[in-house]
């Protein structure tokens, strides 16, 4: 039984890792928002105040003073430079960067500039596929270990509490989420089966049990840093994380087939599942060990 699961995990991680090796070319053929430095450079102003994709080559970096946001210089192609504002991590120079940012005009120069949302470095193919091989070495490895004590006899399960025993007491201080309970509101919800586990931040490791507001298609849960008001405050997650929008999302079982999915209102800071963004307005389901990330909050979702 162990050699078959060990078989199945090794071929799970091999196609892994092969997508990942062209995860980001295709998405970013994909995404209608994605622009060369040379298009901004052309027509910023059709751009203002919108989230754009851009890739380049970071050439300079210039930290916070007293006047000024730290910013840094990324070069496209043709020479054609773009200048990002930036109040995160400094960015590592002479590397290939992919950055999400707003589109911004300087009246005063006649120019643009962009505010940072997001960056992550473009590895090159030989580290994706140097990254490919090791994962293989260690998955192999790592049956060969397992293998070599299929001999001994496997434990029975162990029985998982129900649900309803798991929920946590959210007297409990939260720092980073809010959630409003009210027993006679209570009444009127309808129990998601499962939870969300918070992984990130100070409030790592605790549990959020989901319970829906009724709507026309199934039972919604909302997420965002609102503060949520009336009948639907206690079917409601709030973030206090700057990188959190007011609208980030909602967690939807349908009534038709009993799927949880994940449905994407921020129309700059997307929701992830897995990793992967969720386009505004569009659904993705959720099944047991998924992740779901708004803005810096990760949560697991766990039956």
Do not use: C
């Not at 949880?260 to 505004?280: C, D, R």
Request: hydrophobic fraction near 40%.
């Amino acid at each position: 039984m162990k050699k078959k699961v060990i078989l199945y995990s090794l071929g799970l991680s091999l196609l892994f890792i092969i997508g990942s090796a062209f995860s980001t070319s295709a998405s970013a053929q994909t995404k209608p928002e994605e622009v060369t430095i040379q298009e901004l450079s052309s027509n910023y102003v059709q751009f203002q105040d919108e989230a754009v994709i851009i890739k380049g080559l970071v050439t300079q970096y210039q930290p916070e003073t007293v006047a000024t946001m730290a910013y840094y210089s990324i070069e496209g192609d043709y020479g054609y430079t773009g200048t990002v504002k930036t109040s995160k991590k400094p960015p590592k120079l002479q590397r290939r960067y992919k950055v999400r940012a707003v589109v911004k005009l300087d009246d005063a120069v006649y120019d643009f500039y962009l505010i940072e949302i997001t960056k992550r470095i473009i590895l090159p193919i030989w580290v994706i596929a140097l990254i490919a091989v090791i994962g293989l070495l260690v998955v192999g490895i790592g049956y060969l270990l397992v293998s070599s004590f299929t001999s001994k006899p496997e434990e029975a399960p162990k029985k998982e509490a129900p649900a309803s025993a798991a929920e946590p007491a959210y007297d409990e201080a939260f720092k980073t989420v809010q959630i409003v309970t009210d027993k006679e509101a209570k009444k009127t919800l309808i129990y998601i089966p499962g939870r969300l586990v918070i992984q990130t931040g100070e409030d790592q490791g605790k549990d959020i049990i989901l319970s829906g507001y009724p709507g026309p298609d199934g039972a919604i849960v909302s997420i965002g840093s609102r503060e949520e008001t009336g009948e639907r405050k206690t079917a409601h997650i709030r973030l206090m994380e700057p990188t959190v929008s007011r609208s980030q999302a909602e967690l939807i079982l349908l009534n038709k087939d009993k799927k949880l999915m994940v449905k994407n209102l921020s129309k700059t800071n997307y929701t992830q599942v897995n990793g992967e963004e969720v386009l505004p307005d569009t659904l993705k389901e959720v099944v047991a060990g998924d992740t779901i990330k708004t803005g810096e909050v990760e949560f697991k979702y766990e039956k």
